[in-house]
């Protein structure tokens, strides 16, 4: 799950320190109105220890009011809610397993952060990382370096790119092993469909450890 997590700080970096505050600004405000967003993913892991790179697919549901959905379709179907409160993993047969945000602080910080970079709120997220951005709000690139020694003990840096949503990902290791995230058919919803709130746990039934049959 480490990858997830920088996948949702990527997100939120585009707020952290910057020389170009103002273009950073306006990529938050572009994206902050959405209170659903819903994008294909390619994950294509490269490992120096693998001849071939892990690629795994599937779809990202931002929920304001729910939280974060990360449903991986291939090759194996699993999904991750990282809500408030929560962090649910959810297997291919329905069956969901739960687990307090105390016990696991940090999947529940990046949640927290998700959350706070369509807020927007840039307090939260400065100690992250260092950031440099160049372009327009129709492409734009930022580069990112981790700020803090726990970050930097294993991510070399990132860099991201995109124009009304955030569209590709490249986070480099320490150790040379790189993912590529790359994003695709970026919706907006005013609320996540009737599945997707199953998988959020919307329903009482979903909540019991019973499968769920979206």
């Not at 819903?38 to 779809?59: C, H």
């Amino acid at each position: 799950m480490r990858w997830l997590g920088w996948l949702l700080l990527v997100f939120c970096s585009a707020w952290a320190h910057s020389d170009e505050p103002a273009l950073l600004t306006r990529i938050g405000a572009q994206m902050e109105p959405y209170a659903v967003v819903r994008a294909e993913f390619t994950q294509t892991r490269q490992m120096a220890a693998l001849k071939r790179p892990l690629v795994t697919r599937g779809q990202l549901v931002y929920s304001r009011r729910d939280g974060v959905l990360w449903q991986i379709e291939q090759p194996v179907k699993t999904s991750y809610v990282l809500g408030e409160d929560r962090i649910v993993e959810i297997s291919g047969d329905g069956v969901r397993r739960e687990r307090a945000a105390r016990d696991v602080p940090g999947l529940a910080q990046v949640g927290r952060v998700f959350r706070a970079m369509l807020g927007a709120n840039t307090v939260a997220l400065r100690e992250y990382f260092d950031a440099s951005a160049r372009g327009d709000l129709t492409h734009w690139e930022i580069d990112l370096k981790p700020r803090q020694a726990a970050l930097s003990q294993f991510m070399a840096g990132m860099h991201l790119a995109g124009g009304h949503f955030v569209e590709s990902i490249r986070m480099e290791e320490t150790g040379g092993d790189s993912t590529l995230i790359q994003l695709r058919h970026s919706q907006v919803a005013n609320a996540p469909s009737a599945a997707e709130l199953l998988l959020f746990g919307g329903d009482a039934a979903a909540r019991t450890g019973a499968p769920v049959r979206p």
